[in-house]
């Protein structure tokens, strides 16, 4: 008389079940991380916009002085400024229309309608919005991934 003995462990079968309930668990906390990352992004052109506003003297020729630091979103070169959720390149000094991607800089002359909302979004998605008033100062806000204004980027610069 033969005793079969049995193996110990797990069959291809469970195996697969278990990977793919990771990976679907894990596909959640994926896209989280690229979703901050690309917010990380616009907290940093944030950052190098408001920098070079403080360089500067006049608000006459802002648009220019920007477009020279960071680029032109009509023709946009590699190295220009990126917008992290677009990709878009450059500094533009329209409003872009609803279906438009968003460049990574706007510089537009003061308008209450322009100013982005923490609750209701906009076409500014991923961009750094810069608004220039007649009283020589210059607002600057960050827009999230669906043009809310985000928390902490919200700064106005007197030249």
Do not use: W
């Not at 920007?66 to 917008?83: A, K, Q, T, W, Y």
């Not at 992290?84 to 800089?105: F, M, Q, R, Y």
């Amino acid at each position: 008389m033969f005793k079969t003995r049995k193996e110990g462990g797990y069959t291809l079968t469970e195996l697969m079940i278990v990977i793919a309930i990771v990976g679907v668990l894990a596909f959640s906390e994926v896209e989280h991380v690229r979703t901050a990352a690309k917010l990380t992004g616009v907290q940093a052109n944030f950052r190098s916009v408001t920098t070079a506003i403080y360089g500067l003297e006049a608000t006459d020729t802002l648009d220019i002085k920007l477009r020279e630091v960071f680029g032109d979103s009509v023709i946009p070169e590699v190295e220009d400024m990126r917008n992290p959720i677009t990709n878009k390149v450059g500094v533009a000094t329209d409003e872009p229309h609803i279906d438009e991607l968003t460049a990574a800089v706007y510089v537009l002359a003061e308008s209450e309608s322009l100013v982005p909302s923490a609750t209701e979004p906009s076409v500014y998605k991923g961009a750094v919005l810069t608004i220039i008033h007649p009283d020589n100062s210059v607002a600057v806000y960050g827009c999230d991934e669906k043009g809310k204004l985000m928390k902490g980027l919200q700064m106005t610069i007197q030249l």
